[in-house]
């Protein structure tokens, strides 16, 4: 019986150290957006895979996504995203990102997550 608690009781440990490191790793953000458990599995995805950025919402309205901030130009991967559906990049508001198409104009709003990730959302009708 010695054995087994001392099992549980490293293993409990491991898991509350666990918990701490990632509650402290992203920090007093966790907590902005709501819910944080998408965006702590669209973190990991972003992690262990070669994409620029992962969808973690989705409405009737609107979309959002979530990717990591580098050091280079950060628009770029909405850029190039953009770019893909036939939007060109007309300018800068704010945080805003202007693209046109057609004629008509899309907004894509891109704010800071953490120190590690942003956010950007369309509206789903521009898509």
Not at 61 to 82: C, I, P
Not at 101 to 125: C, L, T
Request: glycine share 8%.
């Amino acid at each position: 019986m010695g054995r087994i608690k001392k099992v549980l009781m490293a293993l409990t440990i491991t898991i509350i150290i666990s918990c701490v490191l990632i509650i402290s790793g992203f920090g007093s953000a966790i907590f902005q957006e709501g819910n944080p458990v998408p965006l702590i599995v669209s973190a990991v995805k972003l992690h262990f895979s070669d994409s620029e950025y992962v969808q973690f919402a989705k409405t009737e309205k609107r979309v959002r996504f979530l990717s990591l901030n580098t050091t280079t130009n950060r628009y770029e991967t909405v850029k190039k995203w953009m770019g893909t559906k036939g939007w060109d990049f007309k300018e800068q508001m704010g945080s805003g990102l202007i693209f046109t198409k057609e004629g008509e104009d899309a907004v894509v709003e891109v704010r800071q997550y953490s120190r590690n990730y942003f956010i950007w959302e369309i509206q789903k009708i521009f898509f």
